[in-house]
């Protein structure tokens, strides 16, 4: 069964520091779906990046990174140069294409960027 | 609007009454998810609606949980004789092509038990 774990609860930093999310996850599929969310105070979800296992380059989106590793089924977001408007609570997620699955997410890592 | 609708955005309920939450996906989408997000938690799978495909209902919790898509369109969660532990925001998705595709969210109905 699939399965992420964003195995950081909570991390702070002050502002400007860089600060890598960690995810890892768990798939016995070949064609699988990678996703990350931002959930900001306000409580929306807001879709940042999606990424499929077959492509494996790196991603950056001005002060956002990721990088997707097969070989240790790992998919890390880093945001360089934090900034205050970074608070808040990202979540890694997983689908499989094999039966063109549900979208399953990781507990989430509660990020403070302080000032 | 364009984006996910759900509705009410707040309910209050008497514990033992029943409750429905509805959701209006993006026009065109296929698939529609039902998350729960309960207080600083994360996102519990409950149910997964994909074009004409029977649900996947394994993260329902309870045979109290049950929900409907009418017309591959607007869905309905219904929780009866709702428990104080049902307390959550319950958070509505939908995507153009299944899991191949971004989710995207709806507000949450924040339903509290009393």
């Known amino acids: 069964a699939q399965k992420v774990t964003q195995a950081q609860t909570e991390i702070s930093v002050v502002e400007k520091e860089d600060v890598t999310l960690d995810c890892v996850y768990e798939t016995r599929d070949t064609t699988y779906y990678l996703f990350w969310y931002k959930q900001p105070p306000s409580g929306e979800l807001v879709f940042l990046i999606r990424r499929n296992s077959f492509d494996e380059q790196n991603e950056i989106s001005g002060r956002y990174s990721w990088n997707f590793q097969k070989s240790t089924s790992s998919f890390n977001f880093t945001i360089t140069a934090s900034q205050v408007v970074d608070s808040a609570v990202y979540f890694c997620?997983?689908?499989?294409?094999?039966?063109?699955?549900?979208?399953?997410f990781g507990k989430g890592t509660r990020l403070h960027i302080l000032p | 609007g364009a984006g996910v609708s759900q509705s009410p955005s707040n309910k209050v309920t008497e514990k033992g009454k029943d409750v429905e939450l509805r959701c209006d996906p993006i026009?065109?989408?296929?698939?529609l998810y039902w998350y729960r997000q309960s207080l600083g938690q994360g996102l519990e799978f409950l149910i997964y609606f994909q074009g004409n495909s029977a649900p996947d209902k394994s993260g329902l919790p309870s045979d109290r949980f049950s929900a409907e898509r009418t017309g591959g369109s607007v869905s309905t969660l219904t929780i009866q004789r709702t428990q104080q532990e049902d307390s959550a925001v319950y958070l509505c998705a939908s995507s153009l092509a299944g899991g191949r595709a971004e989710a995207f969210f709806g507000q949450g109905t924040r339903l509290t038990v009393v």
């Open positions: 026009s065109g989408h296929t698939a």
């Open positions: 997620a997983l689908s499989e294409r094999r039966r063109d699955d549900k979208i399953i």
